[in-house]
Nanobody, 118 residues
Framework: QAQLVESGGGAVQPGESLRLSCAGV????????MGWFRQAPGKEREFVAW????????HYSDSVKGRFTMSRDNAKNTVYLQMNRLESEDTAVYYC???????????WGQGTQVTVSS
């Protein structure tokens, strides 16, 4: 079954870092723009970061700009989200998805939980 599989989440303290991965399983992601999204408890899912299909162009939400970096390794069929200087407000389940015209498309994966707490 074709799906996107997120991993790399965990529980960290404020100021620490995590690196999330999103792998295409049974499907290629190398020819598609991809995005990271997150959903905090009691809130709607929100956009975090976007990369064009080559990885040369990226875009970030204002809340993570300067702290998070999205990259991709098309040979490994994987996109990444390097998250530095994490804050408690970053606590959420993080998802990746294909993006078309700024909108996520396709089925959501199971996500990966990120918890930032002292």
């Amino acid at each position: 079954q074709a799906q996107l599989v997120e991993s790399g989440g965990g529980a960290v303290q404020p100021g620490e870092s995590l690196r999330l991965s999103c792998a295409g399983v049974g499907r290629t992601i190398s020819g598609y723009a991809m995005g990271w999204f997150r959903q905090a408890p009691g809130k709607e899912r929100e956009f975090v970061a976007w990369s064009d299909k080559s990885g040369e162009a990226t875009h970030y939400s204002d809340s993570v700009k300067g702290r998070f970096t999205m990259s991709r390794d098309n040979a490994k069929n994987t996109v990444y989200l390097q998250m530095n200087r994490l804050e408690s407000e970053d606590t959420a389940v993080y998802y990746c998805n294909e993006v078309i015209a700024g909108n996520p498309v396709g089925d959501w994966g199971q996500g990966t939980q990120v918890t930032v707490s002292s």
